[in-house]
């Protein structure tokens, strides 16, 4: 067999049918890299078929017009994510480009992948909805609704998976008790999907990702034994859950976080005792942690190239970095511009977006702070702080006896 080299992105094994209108096409965009495909022989696919689906590909209008279609995708991989969702309008063919892994993968491996910051949100009725905010462009964008079985969940864990897939899992149904119900939210086709069940019901435990795979643990469940010692992970590639060891003891975790390949937790403990633990996933065992790093860990707080920060004021614009060789933590990266200490300014998630910290609050403001360089620190949304201030005073006065709105969890998903 004879094989020739031709360019990645001309390669259309990963395409759908729709797309394969470029039989051969060895066109070469920039920063791709070589793949080999072996030439394929006229005599193993019988003519007939052969020539009903080069009639079929005729037929199609190509997707940019003038253009082979290898080259009108390399155009439209390059589209700015804030318009992607126009894009799916424009005609089938171009819905079913955008709706599938191939187009993604292709901007991902191009280095055009673009993150968004999703925010899980509490209203003051107790009602959960969302929002993703486009670092690039500084706008927020609108989400598909939460399913109804979360529209008013408490206590359940969210997390990304494969970099654009973020789940719910667990918590607890006001009228159907904890749940063990698994769904996820893709950012490339902005729809929601089923995931298989876990394996116990659980709300206010802790949840973590290590090597793509989903970690849950502790909480609590209905029942005699309220406080769990189990725990279960995920693997996305096999679709199932199983169980992993349990921990030493049980707990209802209020922080956790991966540091060093290790999973870290701190809660409470049966008789409301603060306890932490340490999981191995190598060696798949849990172990008490009695160090500087447990005693002075606040959240929240993340783990970024392989340093651990956390925030070390209320309103976030002060950070703490933990120190190994000391087992301490240290004060750094003041902003020196301070929002105050109320509930709306407060902190409620520290996640990284490229090689930057971004630090969410509950009035859906964003400060990013560059710790690797020395950009110092940025505002990036003032959601919070837009209102006027009849709008505000309003605001106070119709929900002065009621809980303000808090963010419950934040991530971020590239596409």
Known sequence: MKFTQVDTTACFCRVDGGLKTVAGAKKFVPGAKLCIQPDIKPSVHPSRRKSARSNSSRSQSPLLPGLPDDLAIACLVRVPRLEHRKLRLVCKRWYRLLSGNYYYSLRKSLGLSEEWIYVIKRDKDGKISWDAFDPVYQLWQPLPPVPGEYSEAIGFGCAVLSGCHLYLFGGKDPSKGSMRRVIFYSARTNKWHRAPDMLRRRHFFGSCVINNCLYVAGGESEGSYRSLRSAEVYDPNKNRWTFIAEMTTAMVP????????????KGLGSHRQVLSEVYSPEVDSWCPVYSGMTSGW??????????????????????????????????CFDSRSHLGSSQASEAAALVPLGRKLCVVRNNMSISTVDVMGSDGWEMISEKGQSKNFVLSLLSNITSWNRPKSYIVHCQVLQA
Do not use: Q, T
């Open 298 to 331: 606040r959240n929240p707080s993340v783990c970024l190239d392989g340093r651990l920060y956390a925030v070390d004021c209320r309103d976030g614009c002060k950070l703490r970095v933990y120190d190994e060789a000391s087992d301490s933590w240290s004060k």
């Open 254 to 265: 209020f922080i956790g976080v991966v540091y060093n390949g290790k999973w870290f937790l």
